[in-house]
């Protein structure tokens, strides 16, 4: 069953939807960018519904200036206690509940990276989580590809032989080419969003499932960041794991990419569960 939810954030309304199950265990669903709690083409309204029919009771919510909730939108990074909030509003909504996993995608999974020690949250699911930064430091903003993302561009596009081809035919601009290779041949700085990620997951206690589909750009440009020795004490955590589909859709749109998703999420969730003492 579905139910309509509202809950306080500071004196603002915020507007949340619960699918109900009776497993103790449940899954909260966090919106990246301005995206509302249903999701790109309704995406998390059709998560919600199939984790409940497995019997997990699944919350969604609209942070403040978005969607149906009051208040002021002033991004992801100030977005720690709509999450609180939520969480809360939650368990008070679901009694039942004795485990919280907590599913965010782009700037969402970067939010539940950089503020879950403030939650009430045992398990995280973090899919192509956002690491450029940008001078409003909006993530819904589209600043040019990092030099990770061309080099994993340029290097899929290499081994097609129909590169070569439109190469020898002329059909790939050399001038354009050279200067994206040049792009790519430069050294990509890690921004300080990365670095503080990667300081917040190591530092954490929380099981961690990190999830990327490899022809995102948003996901090159954090496998960029993972890669480099920042990520090296997150990457030694034995509760962290790493998991990649290739695919180009950021949110998992397609038939294929989103059964791997729910698979992931799902195996997380049965994962076993040693609260924290």
């Known amino acids: 069953m579905r139910q309509m939810i509202s809950f306080l954030c500071g004196d603002e309304l915020l507007a949340g939807t619960l699918d109900t199950g009776d497993l103790?265990?449940?899954?909260?669903?966090?919106?990246?960018?301005?995206?509302?709690?249903?999701?790109?083409?309704?995406?998390?309204?059709?998560?919600?519904?199939?984790?409940?029919?497995?019997?997990?009771?699944?919350?969604?919510?609209?942070?403040?200036?978005?969607?149906?909730?009051?208040?002021?939108?002033?991004?992801?990074?100030n977005s720690a206690d709509d999450i609180a909030a939520a969480v809360a509003a939650f368990r008070t909504a679901a009694p039942g509940i004795e485990r919280i996993v907590a599913f965010g995608n782009c700037d969402a999974a970067s939010a539940l990276a950089l503020f879950h020690h403030k939650l009430s949250i045992d398990a995280l699911i973090l899919a192509n989580a956002w690491v450029i930064e940008t001078p409003s430091g909006d993530a819904t903003q589209s600043p040019a590809p990092n030099a990770d993302a061309i080099r994993a561009r340029y290097w899929a596009r290499l081994k097609n032989p129909r590169s070569l081809?439109?190469?020898?035919?002329?059909?790939?601009?050399?001038?354009?080419?050279?200067?994206?290779?040049?792009?790519?041949?430069?050294?990509?700085?890690?921004?300080?969003?990365?670095?503080r990620l990667a300081t917040a997951l190591a530092r954490s206690a929380v099981p961690t499932t990190v999830l990327v589909a490899q022809r995102d750009t948003t996901a090159m440009?954090?496998?960029?960041?993972?890669?480099?020795?920042?990520?090296?004490?997150?990457?030694?955590?034995?509760?962290?794991?790493?998991?990649?589909?290739d695919t180009a859709s950021h949110g998992f749109a397609d038939a294929a990419s989103r059964h791997w998703l729910f698979e992931q999420i799902q195996s997380q969730c049965e994962a076993p569960f040693n609260p924290l003492p």
């Open 165 to 195: 081809i439109d190469l020898l035919s002329g059909k790939i601009d050399l001038r354009k080419l050279a200067g994206g290779l040049a792009s790519a041949a430069r050294k990509q700085p890690i921004s300080g969003l990365a670095a």
């Open 221 to 245: 440009a954090f496998m960029g960041a993972w890669q480099s020795e920042i990520f090296a004490d997150v990457r030694a955590r034995p509760d962290v794991r790493l998991a990649q589909f």
């Open 24 to 77: 103790a265990t449940g899954i909260i669903i966090v919106s990246g960018g301005n995206e509302i709690r249903g999701g790109a083409f309704a995406g998390q309204a059709t998560m919600a519904a199939h984790f409940a029919e497995l019997g997990y009771p699944v919350f969604r919510f609209d942070r403040r200036g978005v969607g149906e909730s009051e208040g002021l939108n002033t991004g992801f990074e």
